[in-house]
């Protein structure tokens, strides 16, 4: 580590052990579930969520989605999955004092490097899966992975919980590595979505990869003894989360937004929805300008495999120009494929398009923001936004700013 990271690293070690003294240590007074993963952390969270709800446990959640104590509930609109500079431990003595017995956080990689997940005693950790990500800010995919186990590491070593339970997906990359990350008195557990297959629940959720997340939950719930009909209705009955294959309609032709913004997840929403047999019309772009780069022309390919009809739009720019990022993107998709591709840089404009060219048992699919409430341009700067608000508008001929 460079002289200039090290101090950058010891400042937010500080700022976290300081937070937690300020706080008074709140999480030895409740159960912390930290979820960490590529993908899935915030559906994980909910159903969990759910199941401890239907249980009569008072809960509170913090993810990308929302911020939740007992019954008050707000979107998370910092555009930060993990929030740091103390807010952490003030949502954990808020959740204390409001009497909520579980707290269910999302953790980051970045939130990780940054220490925000120290000085917190975790009782629980769930890892949902490993694909390549954020490789730019970290250097390389060992280092992203390397952060992930470090939380395993830190928790297994400084949580004061006893016992602590690591829920680890046996299907996903590198299981193994998160295994020998787990030291100290610690007891792991195994998951997988074959557990949920077996059991033949009636999820609304659609998608193999819902399966893994469900099988998450209902591993931690049965760890902390919630009775199996409790568990089986909350899941049966979770509607599911906000801008995660979110269907705005499904007749005559289906309208989903979803917050797929890697190769990864992308493939996995278009297949789902392939599955379905419909034509699909893709609107995507590539979120985080200024990183992630060698995923563009990844994510170009994915959807001349999958989709019917491209349409390639802004997204999340931030300084970097948003043509370039488009013609990226662009660079993946096959010669052959070119005529069936538009490039609309205005997004509204964009999905207004896809809208009006879908026909009968089409499905017109809106990627990368999902239920995100602002678009980050340059300069720091930040636009309102509210995708599927925008879908209903193009629907019912209202006018949209363009």
């Known amino acids: 580590m460079c002289g200039m990271e090290f101090f950058r690293s010891l400042y937010h070690y500080f700022l976290a052990r300081l937070g937690s003294f300020i ?14 993963g590529t993908k899935g952390k915030s559906t994980v969270i909910e159903i969990i969520n759910a199941i401890l709800e239907a249980a009569g446990k008072k809960t509170a959640l913090l993810s990308s989605v929302r911020q939740k104590i ?23 003595k808020e959740s204390v004092q409001d009497g909520c017995e579980y707290a269910i956080i999302e953790v980051t990689s970045q939130g990780i490097l940054q220490h925000r997940h120290r000085f917190i005693d975790f009782g629980g950790f769930v890892i949902t899966n490993l694909e390549p990500e954020h490789i730019e800010a970290h250097g390389s995919f060992e280092k992203y992975r390397a952060s992930k186990a470090k939380f395993f590491n830190d928790a297994a070593l400084y949580s004061e919980k006893i016992p602590k339970l690591f829920f680890i997906n046996s299907d996903m990359r590198d299981s193994r590595y998160f295994v020998d990350a787990v030291q100290g008195n610690s007891k792991i557990v195994f998951y997988n979505k074959k557990d949920v297959m077996e059991l033949k629940i009636k999820t609304k959720l659609i998608g193999e990869f819902n399966l893994e997340n469900i099988a998450a939950a209902i591993a931690f719930a049965r760890s902390r003894n919630i009775d199996w009909e409790t568990i089986k209705n909350a899941i049966e009955l979770f509607n599911g989360v906000p801008g995660r294959l979110e269907f705005i309609q499904k007749i005559p032709f289906s309208i989903v937004i979803d917050y797929a913004h890697t190769p990864d997840s992308l493939e996995k929403v278009y297949k789902t929805l ?10 995507l772009g590539s979120a985080g300008g200024g990183r992630d780069a060698w995923k563009r022309p990844v994510m170009g390919k994915l959807a001349a495999d999958y989709c019917g009809q491209i349409i390639l739009t802004n997204e999340d720019p931030f300084n970097e120009d948003p043509e370039n990022i488009i013609n990226e993107i662009e660079s993946g998709i096959p010669v052959d494929y070119k005529n069936k591709v538009k490039i609309i840089l205005d997004r509204k404009e964009a999905i207004k398009t896809a809208i009006k060219s879908a026909k009968k048992n089409d499905t017109v699919v809106i990627t990368g923001k999902g239920s995100e409430p602002y678009m980050r341009i340059s300069g720091g700067k930040k636009i309102s936004w509210n995708e599927k608000e925008i879908a209903l508008k193009i629907l019912n001929n209202e006018r949209i700013e363009i």
């Open 274 to 283: 392939k599955n379905r047999k419909s034509k699909l019309i893709c609107v």
């Open 70 to 92: 007992d019954d008050a509930s707000c979107l998370n609109m910092s555009g930060m999955s993990m929030p740091g500079r103390f807010f952490i431990q003030r949502f954990l």
């Open 23 to 36: 706080y008074g240590r709140p999480s030895r007074d409740i159960f912390v579930i930290g979820v960490t």
